[in-house]
């Protein structure tokens, strides 16, 4: 059975760090681009940042310089990096499968992806 699972989040005061890890079962991670989304309060699911096969990366720019994802593929796993986090950044975290064109040229296109995980709530507070 093809599946994610998300882990990692929590509650992180301004400026500070967490890491959110993806796993996948079920395929072969390194087959294809993954995606992370964040999803606020009463929100769309925004593309935050996707990697490629080749670990290629793409970033909205609002993360730019904070976020960083990586890839162990001997691990099965997609990770997101979030440091210098601030209150915008809150919100539940999924990855997902990127299945249009195996790229991330327009990585924050929902309908692109075909299998996402359940999520994972980060939430920055003081």
């Known amino acids: 059975q093809l599946q994610f699972v998300e882990s990692g989040g929590g509650l992180v005061q301004p400026g500070g760090s967490l890491r959110l890890s993806c796993t996948a079962s079920?395929?072969?991670?390194?087959?294809?681009?993954i995606g992370w989304f964040r999803q606020a309060p009463g929100k769309g699911r925004i593309g935050v940042s996707c990697?490629?096969?080749?670990?290629?990366?793409n970033y909205i720019d609002f993360v730019k310089g904070r976020f960083t994802i990586s890839r162990d593929n001997a691990k099965n796993t997609v990770y997101l990096e979030m440091n210098n986090v601030k209150p915008d950044d809150t919100g539940v975290y999924y990855c997902?499968?990127?299945?249009?064109?195996?790229?991330?040229?327009?990585?924050?296109?929902?309908?692109?992806?075909?299998?996402w995980g359940q999520g994972t709530q980060v939430t920055v507070s003081s």
């Open positions: 997902a499968r990127e299945s249009h064109d195996k790229n991330c040229g327009s990585f924050w296109l929902v309908n692109d992806y075909d299998y």
């Open positions: 079920g395929f072969t991670l390194e087959n294809y681009a």
């Open positions: 990697i490629e096969r080749s670990h290629r990366t």
